[in-house]
């Protein structure tokens, strides 16, 4: 009854008041006379995915098609520079004012669209004191001086979709020991740019570590299609959207003696890559590769140009306790390309990002035939 109501109305947008007002206003539907029973039906719908429902402190948001203000939103905020929709709402950090925000979106109640943007994974708010604690703050200054946007004790809300600084130049030295990619497979299909920005907050604030203090401890590098942080457990990540954005890079290198710190640390990021993936860009046609350890020399541009390995290839070795992996380039052994990973529990595998392994290939009659007894000492 609800949502059928909500589908006759012209607005894409009501308040928890507007809904209750078109019950009155409407003898064809019963709607509840009770504010609190009206949200209980709506957010049943909202878990369904009919509909979203935003809620602030005392305001309360019905978007009955989400799809048609996302698309509004994608136009404005993420046109690409050569789209005559293009508008320059952001610096080079990502960085967006709320008051720069609204000019753009005059229509709409500001703390909805905070929300909503929130809720779609594709910012997250500032707090304006963020900057003093980072070299953002003299970015911000500069602006200032130059005539931009005033930001001293404004709402912030920060886009990684929207930085447009270049890799730094420090990260062309770094050595790594894994490789891990997931590479479209049809020349037609890429990683929107929604994913990364989505993925990378994501990443940002999960492995990020607790705050001390006033002092942020979130020690990482962001730019346009990459970052790379360190943890306090020896290990050190990099994921980025390469290739031409048909393809996102996980390459990680540990301190001597925290390689279980890194298999631990591999799992949570590929599962997050694949979870993310699943939630935003389903249809593309993919496949997860492992690049050969000795071709991880950085940057990996074009992984597929890179000596790698099918996933279920890998399953495959370990399953039948093969020691090594056949390239066109030669072997490879099967403990350099995990190394330090316990084999022995196919099922508990980094590789996996704690999925089923069902979830990863499809188990063919192969996969399923019994294993000969093999004695291998380094497995």
Same mark, same amino acid.
């Given at each position: 009854m609800m949502y059928g109501l909500l589908e006759e109305r012209k607005e894409n947008i009501l308040t928890l008041s507007d809904v209750m007002s078109a019950g009155k206003d409407n003898d064809g539907y019963f709607i509840p006379d009770?504010?609190?029973?009206?949200?209980?039906?709506?957010?049943?719908?909202?878990?369904?995915?009919?509909i979203n429902v935003l809620k602030s402190e005392d305001k309360v948001w019905v978007i009955v098609n989400k799809g048609i203000l996302l698309t509004e939103v994608d136009g404005i905020l993420f046109a690409p520079e050569t789209f005559k929709e293009h508008v320059d709402i952001a610096s080079n950090t990502g960085i967006v004012s709320v008051s720069s925000l609204t000019r753009h979106f005059p229509k709409h109640d500001?703390?909805?669209?905070?929300?909503?943007?929130? @809720?779609?994974?594709?910012?997250?708010e500032l707090?304006? =004191?963020?900057l003093k604690t980072t070299n953002l703050n003299q970015l911000a200054v500069e602006e200032e001086e130059?005539?931009?946007?005033?930001?001293?004790?404004e709402r912030l809300l920060f886009?990684?979709?929207?930085? =447009?600084?270049?890799?730094?130049?420090?990260?062309t030295s770094q050595v790594y020991q894994f490789g891990w990619c997931l590479q479209c497979t049809s020349k037609h299909h890429f990683f929107p740019?929604?994913?990364f920005h989505v993925l990378s907050l994501r990443l940002a604030y999960k492995m990020a570590l607790p705050q001390e203090n006033d002092k942020l401890n979130r020690y990482c590098?962001?730019?346009? @299609?990459?970052?790379?942080?360190?943890?306090?457990?020896?290990?050190?990540?990099?994921? &980025?959207?390469?290739? &031409? =954005?048909?393809?996102?890079?996980?390459?990680?290198?540990c301190e001597e003696g925290y390689s279980d710190n890194m298999v631990s640390l591999r799992r949570d990021v590929i599962g997050e890559v694949m979870s993310v993936y699943k939630e935003s860009c389903p249809s593309l046609e993919v496949k997860e590769l492992v690049i050969d350890p000795k071709e991880l020399a950085y940057?990996?541009?074009?992984?597929?140009?890179?000596?790698?390995?099918?996933?279920?290839?890998?399953?495959?070795?370990?399953k039948k306790r093969k020691p090594f992996l056949v390239s066109n380039k030669g072997q490879t052994k099967l403990k350099e390309i995990l190394p330090d990973e316990s084999l022995s529990d196919i099922s508990n595998l980094s590789l996996l990002g704690g999925r089923n392994i069902k979830e990863v290939i499809e188990i063919t009659e192969e996969f399923n035939e019994p294993l000969a007894p093999i004695k291998l000492g380094m497995l």
């Open positions: 009770k504010r609190e029973d009206v949200l209980d039906v709506l957010d049943s719908l909202h878990s369904t995915g009919l500001p703390d909805m669209l905070i929300h909503f943007l929130k @809720n779609m994974d594709l910012c997250q707090n304006p =004191s963020f130059e005539g931009g946007t005033e930001r001293r004790g886009f990684p979709c929207l930085l =447009s600084t270049d890799r730094p130049d420090e990260m740019p929604r994913y590098k962001f730019w346009r @299609n990459g970052l790379h942080w360190f943890d306090d457990n020896g290990v050190r990540v990099l994921v &980025e959207v390469v290739d &031409e =954005s048909q393809c996102v890079l996980v390459m990680m290198s940057p990996v541009n074009t992984p597929r140009e890179r000596t790698t390995y099918g996933i279920y290839n890998v399953l495959l070795a370990i």
